[in-house]
């Protein structure tokens, strides 16, 4: 199912008042077709309309838009790439899954929320510059052979996707969720 214009920008405003997102970070993307629509970078959620989204090739070539694509365009573009269940990709930077990320490589299967939506644990891909294609690379790589539908970046993020923007904003707030409750049963 494609998605339009003002389900990207409900979805990514989304993310920001759940607060996942602070500024202008994070960004979101869905498949048209043969096309992906994704947020502009370094712009804020509350300002942004349609005509500052932009539109790319599977490639990541900008097809149409007034702005520059998010700086993670090709973590999208390759997500896309690896795993064909991914018709939309939410990328946050939430607290809880950047703190689990620094104790830990993997959020196991804590709830049966995991189970259900995620469909298996969340690894955690080591650090690598946000934007780069080095990024986008390691985390095609581990999710090409995995069933998980999200992956946290060390030091970064959340990556979710799904079938639509709903499911793939509702994995990283389950990511967020599960970081959370694995935080707090930690012993200290
Ligand atoms: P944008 O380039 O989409 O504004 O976001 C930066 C970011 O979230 C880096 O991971």
């Known amino acids: 199912m494609c998605c339009t214009a003002k389900d990207l920008i409900i979805a990514a405003r989304r993310m920001a008042e759940l607060g996942l997102v602070i500024g202008s970070f994070g960004n979101a993307s869905?498949?048209?077709?043969?096309?992906?629509?994704?947020?502009p970078t370094c712009l804020?959620?509350?300002?942004?309309?349609p005509a500052d989204l932009v539109t790319l090739e599977l490639a990541g070539k900008k097809l149409a838009g007034g702005r520059e694509p998010s700086s993670e365009?090709?973590?999208?573009?390759?997500?896309?790439?690896?795993r064909p269940d991914a018709q939309a990709i939410v990328h946050t930077h939430s607290t809880n899954a950047v703190t689990l990320s620094m104790l830990t490589n993997e959020l196991p299967m804590l709830t049966e929320e995991i189970e259900a939506v995620i469909k298996g644990p969340v690894p955690v891909a080591p650090f690598v510059p946000a934007g780069t294609q080095e990024l986008a690379?390691?985390?095609?790589?581990?999710l090409q052979g995995i069933p998980?539908?999200?992956l946290i970046l060390a030091r970064h993020g959340v990556v979710g996707f799904g079938q639509s923007l709903n499911e793939?904003?509702?994995?990283?707030?389950?990511?967020?969720?599960?970081?959370?409750?694995?935080?707090?049963?930690?012993?200290?």
Do not use: W
Request: hydrophobic share 40%.
């Open 137 to 142: 690379d390691q985390a095609a790589d581990i």
């Open 148 to 150: 998980s539908k999200a």
């Open 73 to 82: 365009f090709r973590l999208h573009v390759t997500i896309y790439g690896a």
């Open 44 to 49: 804020d959620y509350s300002r942004m309309e």
């Open 168 to 188: 793939a904003l509702l994995i990283c707030q389950l990511v967020e969720r599960n970081a959370k409750i694995y935080l707090l049963t930690q012993p200290r």
């Open 30 to 39: 869905c498949r048209q077709d043969d096309r992906i629509l994704i947020t």
